[in-house]
């Protein structure tokens, strides 16, 4: 693909991967993507996934005519995008690597301390004259890790964003859903934590003329693309509310619980509540309920009491979340226990950490399964929630 007239992509996609970073399914695959910059010296921005190297090496190979490349630029070393260095440097021996002195060090980790001999150690300010083109780097540490850096082609006003503006998926394959619901969960799962320095990114990506960015993971993005997609990326690393609705997580041993939670979802449609996801904890993807908890500003924890604690699933859960700085939202509990109702005391404590979380007035107990009582309850909560 043409990214522009000099700019080539020559990433790849997987369709065989099952778990992305050994947890988050990919139903339609992923994209590595890697580029070519061609001038009067061509660099090569990135590797991709250690499986595809022969199929990468191909098309950087086509992309340059058979030409080998001046630079390897290496804006981040996880090994989706790192993993190809040492074979590249064997293919290319004259080629030189050109990354931050902390990507240096960990590329001598991965593929031990006489890797890359010819070298160039960049930091933020420093550019890569390439002819026509000149790279600009720019520092964006722990977008996701600490040694990132993005760079930027005046010449055609493309920024290489790294795993920023990412998605999950593979590039040939039409998403139903659009750039959102992936880059979301993408986001939230893998970003989630770093807000602020994401904050600190898009504040200094702000002050280029930028037409095109080109993320290390799904599409290419242009025009009106690229203003939503940082309206997106404001909002999530804000920590603000994107949608109104109410995201419901439950889990339930021998379906009580599960029984409250979709009654609640019920009754919080019958108000008017434009929204209610809801999800079982032991069987819906997990990451997709850490995007619905981030996407809408009230979230529902039901829950049964289970060795005093909370089903380990629920408090998996909310680990999830507070180690992503979940903040700014309503929370609220439903718990169940036959004898000794504890879950939703548990619960609260887990986000004791936690910055700006409202607690819902109303707690929904159930003793082993729904009465009178405890539908007042819910009926309470619904109201509260609406």
């Known amino acids: 693909?043409?990214?522009?007239?000099?700019?080539?992509?020559?990433?790849?996609?997987?369709?065989?991967?099952?778990?992305?970073?050994?947890?988050?399914?990919?139903?339609?695959?992923?994209?590595?993507?890697?580029?070519?910059?061609?001038?009067?010296?061509?660099?090569?921005?990135?590797?991709?996934?250690?499986?595809?190297?022969?199929?990468?090496r191909s098309n950087v190979e086509t992309a340059l005519g058979g030409r080998a490349p001046d630079y390897l630029v290496v804006h981040h070393m996880e090994p989706d995008h790192s993993a190809c260095i040492a074979r590249a440097l064997e293919a290319w021996p004259a080629?030189?690597?050109?990354?931050?002195?902390?990507?240096?060090?960990?590329?001598?980790?991965?593929?031990?301390?006489?890797?890359?001999?010819?070298?160039?150690?960049?930091?933020?300010?420093?550019?890569?004259?390439?002819?026509?083109?000149?790279?600009?780097?720019v520092a964006a540490p722990m977008v996701h890790w600490p040694e990132v850096m993005v760079s930027y082609d005046s010449a055609d006003k493309v920024l290489f964003s790294a795993d920023g503006f990412g998605k999950f998926g593979a590039n040939?394959?039409?998403?139903?859903?659009?750039?959102?619901?992936?880059?979301?969960?993408?986001?939230?799962?893998?970003?989630?934590?770093?807000?602020?320095?994401?904050q600190a990114l898009l504040k200094k990506a702000a002050a280029l003329d930028i037409e095109t960015v080109c993320p290390l993971h799904g599409p290419v993005l242009r025009?009106?693309?690229?203003?939503?997609?940082?309206?997106?990326?404001?909002?999530?690393?804000?920590?603000?509310?994107?949608?109104?609705?109410?995201?419901?997580?439950?889990?339930?041993?021998?379906?009580?619980?599960?029984?409250?939670?979709?009654?609640?979802?019920?009754?919080?449609?019958?108000?008017?509540?434009?929204?209610?996801?809801?999800?079982?904890?032991?069987?819906?993807?997990?990451p997709e309920t850490v995007e619905d908890a981030f996407r809408y500003g009230k979230l529902v924890l039901a829950t049964t009491t289970y060795n005093m604690d909370v089903f380990p699933f629920m408090r998996t859960f909310i680990e999830h979340l507070t180690e992503r700085n979940y903040q700014s939202r309503t929370v609220a509990f439903i718990e169940n226990g036959t004898w000794a109702p504890a879950a939703a005391r548990v619960m609260k404590s887990l986000f004791e950490k936690s910055k700006?979380?409202?607690?819902?007035?109303?707690?929904?107990?159930?003793?082993?399964?729904?009465?009178?009582?405890?539908r007042a309850q819910i009926d309470a909560l619904a109201a509260e929630l609406a």
């Open 356 to 374: 700006d979380i409202t607690f819902a007035g109303t707690t929904v107990t159930i003793r082993s399964a729904l009465d009178a009582s405890s």
């Open 95 to 137: 080629v030189v690597v050109v990354s931050s002195a902390q990507a240096f060090k960990f590329m001598e980790q991965f593929f031990g301390a006489g890797i890359a001999p010819n070298r160039t150690v960049v930091k933020e300010g420093d550019a890569l004259d390439l002819g026509r083109h000149k790279l600009a780097f």
């Open 223 to 286: 025009g009106e693309e690229i203003a939503h997609a940082v309206k997106q990326y404001s909002t999530w690393s804000s920590y603000g509310v994107e949608s109104p609705g109410v995201c419901i997580a439950y889990t339930s041993v021998y379906g009580h619980t599960k029984e409250a939670a979709l009654l609640l979802k019920e009754k919080l449609l019958e108000k008017g509540c434009p929204k209610v996801a809801i999800a079982d904890l032991a069987r819906d993807d997990m």
């Open 172 to 198: 040939d394959v039409e998403d139903p859903e659009g750039w959102d619901c992936e880059a979301r969960r993408y986001y939230f799962g893998i970003v989630g934590k770093y807000g602020a320095q994401t």
């Open 1 to 56: 693909m043409q990214v522009t007239d000099d700019i080539v992509y020559v990433g790849v996609n997987d369709h065989d991967i099952d778990l992305f970073e050994g947890q988050y399914v990919v139903p339609r695959g992923m994209a590595y993507n890697s580029y070519v910059v061609k001038d009067a010296k061509t660099a090569v921005m990135d590797t991709v996934d250690a499986r595809f190297f022969d199929e990468w």
